[in-house]
């Protein structure tokens, strides 16, 4: 008589479980977007939550403290200096009270959060980046270098902006043939990842606008495609199948032939939302109109992407905000946390490791990026690469930035007239300060970490 056993692959996340808050945590009466756009629609950090919503006349997005829960006034100030809807929003991450939006009237914008958060409308922004010909759907800061933005439109095009000049340095026009469905960066920021329309994943590099590696039909289906970096510079990639089953698959650029792994997961229509943690290398897979959040460990293994498990809900989201690690409660053993959009109210999700001991686990939180960024954007542009600046979450770490003073670069004022430099290697080109920026003059910060 045999017997078969099955070994259980043994990994400390085996046992991490999701949990919404208290009725009395979340954020009520608020009127979600009802924009059909595949972005996260909220964006979260340790000072704030910000949230698209419904506008007549124009695009607006609401900023409330995190502190800030329980049922929100209709008369509560939003932003609400763009022309058309909203699409996408993202807070800096080296800065926590500032925040950019992309819009259908075909900017972005910059908006400095006072700390209190707002008590009138905000209508004008720090800086106002105008480069795109079509609306903007994609913004995405770099992880490592002081205020550089990307962003995609519906034009085709990636632009790099230095913020603090308000100029598009690099435009990333004749590449992507079709809609840009996600653009995102390595952790350190020397590598662009995109996933487009037109069928291709892209590897680029981001200075030049020149494609290093690319893969025709990640996932055959026609639906969006997302694509984020893991560690070691893999690529996690959702999409479908020829037969509308959603996908979930691993790669490995230098080898873009065949996937480390392809796996089907089920058969909904919605598009699967990435957030890869680097500390975990877990990734959750948020589908915008789930009621669930499916959850993987990313290893060196075969199958490389195992699932772990899945929080599911009665209720589907329309969005989804991903708190940095520096904003969690360690001393709970919480290891992510989601801000999830309903049609009227925001629900923080809690994604927790069972543990015994209330003591920090050294485990748990390996050294974390911090707010600190490690080159200046001038530098970055002319090559200089930066490394994530790490903190321990051991001991208490300030987990908010605090603000210091930096002034828009005053140049910017001044009208340079001059034509675009195409690169040779034909993806992009580089072009010197140009004058159809407005500015406010105005405070920028730079953020040292506070000291606890």
């Known amino acids: 008589q045999s017997f078969t056993f099955t070994v259980v692959r043994s990994s400390k996340f085996r046992h991490v479980f999701g949990q919404a808050v208290k009725a009395d945590q979340c954020y009520d009466d608020i009127r979600v977007s009802q924009m059909t756009w595949d972005s996260n629609f909220c964006s979260v950090n340790p000072k704030f939550v910000a949230m698209i919503v419904d506008a ?5 997005f609401l900023v409330l403290p995190l502190s800030k ?24 991450p080296h800065n926590d009270n500032i925040i950019a939006s992309g819009s259908e009237d075909c900017s972005v914008m910059i908006w400095e959060i006072p700390d209190s958060g707002l008590t009138t409308p905000l209508t004008d922004p720090v800086v106002k980046l105008e480069g795109h010909s079509k609306r903007v759907g994609i913004l995405s800061w770099h992880p490592t270098a002081h205020n550089v933005l990307l962003s995609a439109g519906c034009d085709n095009m990636v632009i790099l902006w230095n913020v603090a000049r308000g100029e598009a340095v690099v435009r990333i026009d004749s590449v992507h043939t079709d809609l840009i469905y996600s653009a995102s960066w390595n952790r350190d920021g020397s590598r662009i990842l995109t996933s487009c329309k037109d069928k291709f994943m892209r590897v680029m590099d981001p200075r030049k606008g020149s494609v290093l590696y690319e893969k025709e039909k990640p996932h055959e289906g026609s639906r969006p495609v997302r694509a984020v970096f893991t560690s070691d510079g893999k690529i996690l990639s959702t999409g479908f199948s020829r037969m509308s089953e959603r996908q979930v698959a691993l790669w490995d650029p230098k ?5 480390l792994t392809l796996q089907e997961l089920d058969t909904s229509s919605g598009v699967l939302l990435p957030f890869y943690d680097p500390d975990t290398s877990i990734v959750y897979l948020c589908g915008k109109g789930d009621s669930s959040i499916r959850y993987f460990e990313v290893t060196d293994e075969a199958p490389y992407v195992h ?25 709970k053993c919480e290891i992510a946390r989601f801000y999830k959009l309903h049609e009227r109210k925001c629900e923080p999700i809690v994604m927790t490791v069972p543990r015994k001991s209330d003591l920090f686990q050294e485990d748990l939180y390996p050294d974390t990026i911090g707010p600190e960024p490690s080159v200046e954007a001038d530098d970055w542009f002319q090559g200089k690469d930066g490394k994530p600046v790490l903190v321990s979450l051991k001991d208490g770490f300030t987990t908010t930035t605090k603000t210091k003073e930096f002034k828009v670069v005053k140049s ?3 009208t340079t007239t001059s034509s675009g430099v195409s690169q040779p290697d034909g993806g992009s080109s580089v072009r010197p300060p140009q004058s159809s920026h407005t500015h406010r003059q105005s405070v920028f910060t730079k953020n040292t970490m506070s000291d606890s």
Do not use: W
């Open 56 to 60: 007549s006349g124009g695009g607006a």
């Open 69 to 92: 829960t329980g049922r929100i006034d209709m008369t509560y100030p939003t932003v609400c200096g763009h022309t058309g809807p909203i699409l996408d929003i993202e807070f800096c």
């Open 255 to 259: 080898n873009f032939s065949q996937p």
């Open 307 to 331: 699932y772990l498990s899945m929080y599911s809900s009665k209720e589907s989201q329309k969005g989804m905000g991903y708190m940095p690690k520096r904003g969690l409660e360690v001393n």
């Open 412 to 414: 910017l004022l001044k």
